[in-house]
T-cell receptor, first 117, second 113 residues
Framework: DAGVTQSPTHLIKTRGQQVTLRCSPKSGHDTVSWYQQALGQGPQFIFQYYEEEERQRGNFPDRFSGHQFPNYSSELNVNALLLGDSALYLC????????????????FGPGTRLLVL | AQTVTQSQPEMSVQEAETVTLSCTYDTSESNYYLFWYKQPPSRQMILVIRQEAYKQQNATENRFSVNFQKAAKSFSLKISDSQLGDTAMYFCAFLEYGNKLVFGAGTILRVKS
């Protein structure tokens, strides 16, 4: 049973460029959440996708956008990169059961390390 | 907004001994979920244990157990028989209604031989 996978593992970009990060959820999961983790800090919620729509969003600017595909995989796009966007980007997948108030436990991928120069 | 506080930036423990990591949180909700995640230097965030707030019984997973005090909004993690492989950053996290995780700042745990 494949876990959550992310690509690429590392990425180096320059200020002003755009980047796309990819995530494939754990088998059987339908929901993908993205988190940004700055060095030495806890992850911060960016947004969550369910049924191909952004379901909830954290306090991140519109430069951060995403997409979910019919196979539940997801992309995170960041435009006009800033130095402060350098971080580990984590994807987590989970399952929202019909009628449930809360989703199931979130399982994380290995992350993509983004360095903006 | 919910907040999660981990007051111990770093801790160390001798191999085979027991260590407790502290976590407090703030919420007005009555039902919620709490988690401990482990992040080793390899950076993969791994689920350690999960607690549902409506369950009074403390969760246990092998050498890992929690002390959940709902009234005090406290959720500590106890690691028994510590092993070198337990060396990692440990994050306490709160599952907020609407399904986003709110993380604490983390505690670095070093297990010494």
């Amino acid at each position: 049973d494949a876990g959550v996978t992310q690509s690429p593992t590392h990425l180096i970009k320059t200020r002003g460029q755009q980047v796309t990060l990819r995530c494939s959820p754990k088998s059987g999961h339908d929901t993908v959440s993205w988190y940004q983790q700055a060095l030495g800090q806890g992850p911060q919620f960016i947004f969550q996708y369910y049924e191909e729509e952004e379901r909830q969003r954290g306090n991140f600017p519109d430069r951060f956008s995403g997409h979910q595909f019919p196979n539940y995989s997801s992309e995170l796009n960041v435009n006009a990169l800033l130095l402060g966007d350098s971080a580990l980007y984590l994807c987590a997948s989970s399952l929202i059961r019909a009628g449930a108030v809360y989703q199931e436990t979130q399982y994380f991928g290995p992350g993509t390390r983004l360095l903006v120069l | 907004a919910q907040t999660v506080t981990q007051s111990q930036p770093e801790m160390s423990v001798q191999e085979a001994e027991t260590v407790t990591l502290s976590c407090t949180y703030d919420t007005s909700e009555s039902n919620y979920y709490l988690f401990w995640y482990k992040q080793p230097p390899s950076r993969q965030m791994i689920l350690v244990i999960r607690q549902e707030a409506y369950k009074q019984q403390n969760a246990t997973e092998n050498r890992f157990s929690v002390n959940f005090q709902k009234a005090a909004k406290s959720f500590s993690l106890k690691i028994s028989d510590s092993q070198l492989g337990d060396t990692a950053m440990y994050f306490c996290a709160f599952l907020e209604y609407g399904n986003k995780l709110v993380f604490g700042a983390g505690t670095i745990l070093r297990v010494k031989s």
